[in-house]
């Protein structure tokens, strides 16, 4: 896939003025009633306290803190929807004056669905449902592409206009009120519309259309056809979940080094972008049963199945590489955690060239360290290189110094700072690993 250089990049200092910068740049290739509001970027604080909606214990879960997006999984914050249950999505397409579309709506719709959906289905197995609704015709804004000076650093004013006159010009088209998730897709050839802008924006006072708060939208200006996963990705916020790449503060580097190609809150364009079981644990899709906490300081040995593959009779039918099937194991442990911190943990997981994964660059357990308390796009989670020596896939991994990161059968690693050594023993006739896990 062709990549591009990254448009400008906001400083680390205004990144955190405006709460954030939505989607990373490509590195390759009835009338609304409106209030006074303030948009803010997808990684902001809303205004107010949230409401945190507790689970029930597991003693090594870390505590959700006050950063936006935190990877706390003690409780699950209620300003955002949980995707434990089907919801519905409307996918609205706007054209401007100044532009006549060379696209059609069910064309747009088909760069998103049904892959953002199938996505979502395979990473929960079959947990959730995200249920589209495209318009099947144009709604026009009032005003030229041009005039709202679409960009990645997006003025406020501008930005809010955008929301206000889109609102406005969707609300006798569509009932609000029976929608989760509302996309705004522009016209992605009209002159204003700069395909680096999309990303999911916060309301700090929501708008209202159909007796309905709407607290956030995500705003597409993708090309045609767009990045991969893209949608997925912005999906991901609308569940609270943070960015997990890093913004190079001097507009040069790498955006990758944190997490690289495992998991799509980093990279659309990863290898191996299903989600991190941690995200999984967080997002309601698996049991707390199936998390073992490591405690103490004697030897602990687990079976880990990979994140890939689902209970059985759950999940769409889908076969991953070889023809594997992705559920067939018994929804066994997924996920062991070993706290290092009041904030922080060392998680521990299997990955595998299935289902989401399938274009995966290596197999092997995963092991990563987690911070609760760290903000979007700061590092929340960062992946351990047990290769550090070593890199792979340079034609296509996203950072190839971690696409090597995953342990194989029969090597051990002790992680640096934490002293907690995981050895990969073998691996089941039905594909899980056999791991001994040894904290400091």
């Not at 066994?332 to 943990?345: D, E, F, I, N, Y």
């Amino acid at each position: 896939m062709p990549r591009q250089l990254p448009l400008k990049v906001l400083t680390r200092d205004a990144l955190k003025a405006l709460g954030g910068a939505g989607v990373r740049p490509r590195l390759r290739s009835a009338a609304a009633v409106f209030s006074v509001m303030s948009a803010v970027a997808a990684t902001s604080i809303l205004s107010g306290p949230s409401v945190a909606e507790p689970f029930s214990p597991v003693p090594c879960e870390l505590p959700r803190t006050d950063v936006h997006h935190s990877e706390g999984v003690d409780s699950w914050n209620s300003a955002y929807v949980r995707p434990t249950k089907p919801i519905d999505a409307v996918m609205i397409f706007l054209s401007f004056p100044d532009s006549t579309p060379l696209t059609t709506p069910a064309e747009l719709a088909a760069d998103y669905f049904p892959s953002t959906s199938q996505f979502y289905e395979r990473a929960s197995y079959g947990r959730f449902k995200l249920r589209p609704h495209p318009l099947k015709q144009w709604i026009r804004m009032p005003r030229a592409s041009t005039a709202y000076a679409i960009h990645r650093d997006w003025n406020a004013a501008r930005r809010a206009a955008y929301l206000r006159d889109a609102l406005a010009a969707a609300d006798p088209k569509v009932d609000f009120s029976r929608y989760g998730v509302v996309y705004f897709v522009a016209d992605p050839d009209a002159p204003g519309v700069d395909s680096d802008a999309t990303k999911v924006v916060n309301l700090q006072t929501p708008l209202r259309a159909d007796n309905t708060d709407i607290r956030r939208v995500v705003t597409v200006f993708e090309r045609h056809p767009p990045d991969r996963l893209v949608l997925a990705h912005e999906t991901g916020h609308v569940f609270d979940l943070p960015d997990l790449y890093h913004a190079p503060a001097d507009d040069k580097g790498d955006w990758d080094t944190y997490v690289g190609d495992w998991d799509l809150m980093g990279s659309q364009f990863a290898l191996s972008p299903d989600f991190f079981a941690w995200h999984k644990w967080r997002l309601g899709w698996l049991d707390p049963r199936q998390v073992a906490c490591v405690r103490g300081t004697k030897p602990t040995r687990l079976t880990l199945e990979p994140v890939e593959v689902g209970p059985a009779g759950t999940g769409p039918s889908a076969a991953g590489a070889a023809g594997r099937p992705l559920f067939g194991l018994g929804g066994g442990t997924k996920l062991a955690v070993v706290r290092t911190g009041s904030h922080s943990a060392l998680a521990i997981e299997a990955r595998e060239s299935l289902g989401n994964d399938v274009t995966a660059c290596r197999e092997g357990v995963l092991v990563y360290r987690v911070r609760s308390g760290t903000e979007s796009g700061e590092g929340p989670i960062r992946v351990v290189d047990t290769h550090p020596h070593t890199s792979a896939c340079p034609e296509n991994s996203v950072y190839p110094p971690l696409a090597d990161a995953p342990l194989g059968v029969g090597e051990s690693f002790t992680v640096p700072g934490d002293r907690v050594r995981v050895e990969v023993e073998d691996r089941t006739p039905s594909g899980a690993y056999t791991v001994v896990i040894t904290p400091g």
